[in-house]
């Protein structure tokens, strides 16, 4: 079992950048492949970013593609998401969550860990 807090939110003006991380708990991070998401008001939660275990390959929704970059550092149990050109619709509670499958993850149900949440605003 893996236990993560997100942290790094906050608020920005469009154009801007944030860092988030997210830092589990427990010796077997390395074994997770690691996605953020993120959640609107009034909307569903959607996928932004993956990562697989190594840290080899990463994948991206195409509404973040160029702006958005998804690291870990496996030394140090934490992932990270960099966002670059935030804009007002960026904003939302953004989630990191750890998944056991092998293959690139994109949905909510292929997650089996996930974190509080952090707050994401984008002033226009």
């Known amino acids: 079992q893996v236990q993560l807090v997100e942290s790094g939110g906050g608020l920005v003006q469009a154009g801007g950048s944030l860092r988030l991380s997210c830092a589990a708990s427990g010796r077997t991070f390395s074994s997770y492949a690691m996605g953020w998401f993120r959640q609107a008001p009034g909307k569903e939660r959607e996928f932004v970013a993956t990562?697989?275990?190594?840290?080899?390959?990463?994948y991206y929704a195409d509404s973040v593609k160029g702006r958005f970059t998804i690291s870990r550092d496996n030394a140090k149990n934490t992932v990270y998401l960099q966002m670059y050109s935030l804009k007002p619709e960026d904003t939302a509670v953004y989630y990191c969550?750890?998944?056991?499958?092998?293959?690139?993850?994109?949905?909510?149900?292929?997650?089996?860990?996930w974190g509080q949440g952090t707050q994401v605003t984008v002033s226009s």
């Open positions: 969550a750890a998944s056991t499958l092998l293959r690139i993850a994109t949905m909510r149900d292929e997650y089996d860990y």
């Open positions: 990562i697989r275990r190594s840290g080899g390959y990463t």
